[in-house]
């Protein structure tokens, strides 16, 4: 299958500092990548929608300017949490839709654990 | 929108038995139905899907089977082993731009 590279796996940073998180096509092209967010044993909850080339689709309650969202190239997308507070503490991942039937099937990132302290 | 459940939430099995997994969604337009195993600390792993001109779709221990009419779909693990135990994540999505929604989850545990 497709695989997707997400960096880094773990980060833990302080209260109001920036966090960065990328998320990787290796073999194929992603014109579409999608955001999520997972707290311990609940479910994967969406984020923002990244379109290669254009500015992301944000879901209902999701601050944009807190999660400033870029999909530069068709193998990349970057998730920027800016002036992290502990409350964003959560497991992100990232998935990228494959060109297989009009996109429908998604591969995802290995996530990454963040924790403000 | 689309609304997925899935049950049941836990599910603990004796190693070799069978384990299913049920879901229903609301959406009639939804036509994709993947499966999704989470194990801890990683990202979801895609294990089987199944579109909706198909009725049943079977890959060695892992079967998924999907009724249009009732609007459910479910997930077949057959001669279960440890290493199965994770967390089983279903959804319902489709072409054209559909967003997929996931389930809530079930967390499968297999007993040595």
């Known amino acids: 299958g497709a695989v997707v590279s997400q960096h880094p796996s773990r980060v833990i940073c302080k209260s109001g500092t920036s966090v960065k998180i990328e998320c990787r096509s290796l073999?194929?092209?992603?014109?579409?990548m999608f955001w999520y967010r997972q707290f311990p044993k609940q479910s994967l909850m969406l984020m923002a929608t990244s379109n290669e080339g254009s500015k992301a689709t944000y879901e209902q309650g999701v601050e944009k300017d807190k999660f400033l969202i870029n999909h530069a190239s068709l193998t990349l997308s970057t998730l920027t949490v800016t002036s992290a507070h502990p409350e964003d503490s959560s497991f992100y991942i990232c998935?990228?839709?494959?060109?297989?039937?009009?996109?429908?099937?998604?591969?995802f990132g290995s996530g990454t654990q963040l924790s403000v302290l | 929108g689309e609304n997925v459940e899935q049950h049941p939430s836990t599910l603990s099995v004796q190693e070799g038995d069978s384990a299913v997994i049920k879901c229903t969604y609301s959406d009639s337009a939804s036509n994709y139905f993947p499966w999704y195993k989470q194990e801890l600390g990683k990202g979801p792993q895609l294990i089987i899907d199944i579109r909706s001109n198909v009725g049943e779709k079977k890959d060695q221990r892992i079967a998924v089977t999907l009724n249009k009419t009732a609007k459910h779909f479910s997930l077949h693990i057959t001669e279960t082993q440890p290493e199965d135990s994770a967390v089983y994540f279903c959804a319902a999505g489709g072409t054209g731009g559909f967003k997929t929604i996931f389930g809530a989850g079930t967390r499968l545990f297999v007993k040595a």
């Open positions: 998935s990228a839709g494959a060109s297989d039937r009009d996109n429908e099937k998604l591969f």
């Open positions: 073999d194929f092209q992603a014109t579409t």
